[in-house]
Structures are given as C-alpha cells and as structure tokens.
C-alpha cells in the first residue's frame, strides 16, 4: 500500500498518467495501484479517482463484495439500452412490451401483498 500524502498536491493530470503508462490500455486498475503509482494513500487514490469519475474522464465498476476498478472511458462507454442486444426485436413494441410487463407485474405484485398483509397506507 502506498504511504500516506496529500490530497491536494496529486494533480489530476497525474493519476490519468498512471492509465496512459499502463502496458495493456485495456486494463482497469485498482486504487491501490493507483496509489502505489503516485506514492499516496489508497484514500487519496480513491479520492482521485472519483472525481475523474465524477468528471467523465474514468468509468468505474464494483467487483466482488468490496472492490472496484476504473478505466478510462471513451466515446463508447455510454449507458446501454438493455433492448440493444436483441435485435430480432429492432423495429417492434418489444421494449414497450416489457414496460408494460413491469407495471403489470407491480400491480399484481401489490395486490397480492395488499391480500395478504393489509394495506400499507
């Protein structure tokens, strides 16, 4: 783990560093990596990291219970739509299908436990 430092005097620019030096681009990093890179605290790295995140210049995601890793985000790391992947579906109701299968199934869900429970109001 890296040692202890100031938060304030890591530039930003020095962490994005750190994902340029990287021999596979591919790869996400962990903080402590990062840390280790930059001589700081994990919690400094930590810190870096989500404001890079914060400012769209890293994606972040949690892996097992309590890790996580960032890389750098590029023009294709934007929100999918879950629909993207059927295509079969293009040009269908098939998302609308399945809104309306939600609220159906919400409904139905609240009043089974209305049924069983009361109501809740």
């Given at each position: 783990m890296?040692t202890?430092?100031?938060?304030a005097?890591?530039?930003l620019k ?8 990287r ?9 402590t ?12 790295a930590h ?54 299968a ?11 436990q209305?049924?069983h429970?009361?109501k809740?109001?």
């Amino acid at each position: 783990m890296g040692t202890p430092g100031p938060t304030a005097g890591i530039p930003l620019k020095d962490v994005l560093d750190v994902f340029a030096a990287r021999d596979d681009p591919a790869e996400p990093l962990t903080a402590t990596e990062v840390a280790d890179a930059l001589g700081c605290s994990r919690r400094t790295a930590h810190n870096k990291l989500t404001k890079l995140t914060d400012q769209g210049e890293l994606k972040s995601k949690k892996v097992g219970a309590r890790g996580r890793v960032w890389w750098v985000a590029d023009e294709t790391d934007t929100e999918v739509d879950f629909t993207q992947g059927f295509g079969a579906f293009k040009g269908t109701d098939f998302a609308d299908q399945v809104a309306d299968a939600r609220v159906e199934m919400n409904q139905d869900f609240e009043q089974r436990q209305e049924e069983h429970f009361g109501k809740s109001n």
